[in-house]
Nanobody, 124 residues
């Protein structure tokens, strides 16, 4: 029922930056948190970052903690992922996800809705 649409992916050189956006379907969604996950070719999907809608509490994977920033715009029902100092290992399809319940924000099986994904490619 809830639809998520990612945008902002593309090709960037190592050390560069990209900003991903995830737009929700208006105010249809009234869940607790939004998250970003990624899946590289031949690998399993992994947690990247998450943020609560109400307080903006953030959570990050250790691999991106000092490089990525997740933020939300409640008025626009949109979540962003600012990615700086990108590395080739960041190359993956990035997925936006929405979670209705509280807690356990880093677990993919706790999320209820998923976008189609956007490709991020970092060249060396």
């Amino acid at each position: 029922q809830v639809q998520l649409v990612e945008s902002g992916g593309g090709l960037v050189q190592a050390g560069g930056s990209l900003r991903l956006s995830c737009a929700t379907s208006g105010r249809t969604f009234s869940g607790a948190a939004m998250g970003w996950f990624r899946q590289a070719a031949g690998k399993e999907r992994e947690f990247v970052a998450a943020i609560s809608w109400s307080l903006g509490t953030t959570y990050y994977a250790n691999s991106v903690k000092d490089r990525f920033t997740i933020a939300r715009d409640n008025a626009k029902n949109t979540v962003y992922l600012q990615m700086n100092s990108l590395k080739p290992e960041d190359t993956a399809v990035y997925y936006c996800a929405a979670k209705e319940g509280r807690f356990q924000y880093t677990l993919s099986n706790q999320y209820d809705y998923w976008g189609q994904g956007t490709q991020v490619t970092v060249s060396s």
